[in-house]
């Protein structure tokens, strides 16, 4: 199984007719794909009442991949108490158990910063956080390439395996040392992820400048790298029960209509986008 889907759902304006209010938007959503990755969760620790209304506002069969908050990930650079930690990753475990509850949570996603390598310190974080979230599906995420370099690579997704982890492989530029390679091998025999960020080189490294967000993910893929990737995604899914696909490559707005092209590939129903509305003003 394939599951398909983007990172978030309010950028997207391509999946919306002119006039889609915004708290309207997860439900117009979920009409194209039965998955998303949750990123306001990485930026706060919402209110259990927030998530019960998305889970209120999407069909049965409708999953969320929930990005961790970013003081799990020490993307705050906060030193914290043993203490302070405890009650921060308790409170994110009770904010999302309505999505638990209903059994529309694919896992947790621990994305780690770009500076946190490989070493016995942050592995001990890792394991920390798997302890603490325990009884939850979990991916992982690294972003600094010492995760897998040569002589390392076995042993870390031996760890990963070893600790119940899911892996969440990427596709990204390749720019050392803050990005990883794709590595196509599964860690947990429910669930490998895959997150689609794009391959603009110059703009990866942009994250300083006050237009990071504009640049990053500005990228399409064309039909000969999804189809490559069509034939990686049925490989994966000879040693996993279900792959997890994020587009985010988003910049540019084209995260929507490739994802919908890779469903295509794949010989899944893609509904067709809402026809874009004409520039009243523009040049005829």
């Known amino acids: 199984m394939i599951s398909i889907g983007l990172a978030g759902w309010g950028d997207h304006d391509k999946l919306y007719p002119a006039g889609v209010k915004s708290q309207d938007k997860l439900n117009v959503y979920s009409r194209y794909f039965s998955v998303v990755e949750l990123d306001s969760s990485y930026y706060a620790i919402h209110k259990d009442v927030v998530y019960r209304r998305w889970v209120a506002e999407t069909p049965d069969h409708f999953s969320f991949l929930i990005k961790a908050y970013q003081g799990m990930t020490g993307h705050t650079r906060q030193e914290m108490s043993e203490t302070d930690s405890d009650q921060m990753f308790s409170s994110f475990?009770?904010?999302?158990l309505p999505v638990i509850e209903a059994d529309k949570l694919k896992a947790v996603l621990f994305q780690y910063p770009p500076w946190f390598d490989c070493n016995r310190k942050n592995?001990?974080?890792?394991?920390?956080?798997?302890?603490?979230?325990?009884?939850?599906?979990?991916?992982?995420?690294?972003?600094?390439?010492?995760?897998?370099?040569?002589?390392?690579r076995g042993k870390t997704l031996q760890f990963?395996?070893?600790e119940g982890w899911m892996h969440s492989i990427c596709d990204e530029p390749q720019v050392f040392p803050g990005s990883v390679p794709t590595v196509l091998d599964p860690t947990h025999k429910e669930l490998t992820v895959v997150r689609f960020h794009?391959?603009?080189?110059?703009?990866?490294?942009?994250?300083?400048?006050?237009?990071?967000?504009?640049?990053?993910?500005?990228?399409?893929?064309?039909?000969?790298?999804?189809?490559?990737?069509?034939?990686?995604l049925l490989q994966l899914t000879e040693n996993t029960a279900e792959v997890c696909v994020i587009f985010n490559n988003n910049?540019?707005?084209?995260?929507?209509?490739?994802?919908?092209?890779?469903m295509e590939l794949l010989g899944q129903e893609a509904k067709t986008l809402p026809p874009e509305q004409l520039d009243m003003f523009g040049d005829e």
């Open 93 to 96: 475990r009770e904010s999302i």
């Open 123 to 152: 592995v001990s974080i890792v394991r920390a956080a798997r302890e603490r979230m325990n009884g939850i599906p979990l991916a992982l995420e690294f972003r600094h390439q010492s995760w897998f370099a040569p002589g390392m």
């Open 160 to 162: 990963m395996r070893g």
């Open 198 to 232: 794009g391959r603009n080189h110059s703009g990866w490294t942009s994250s300083g400048n006050a237009n990071w967000r504009d640049v990053r993910y500005l990228y399409r893929y064309n039909r000969e790298e999804l189809l490559a990737w069509k034939g990686h």
């Open 251 to 262: 910049s540019g707005g084209d995260a929507a209509e490739n994802a919908l092209q890779l």
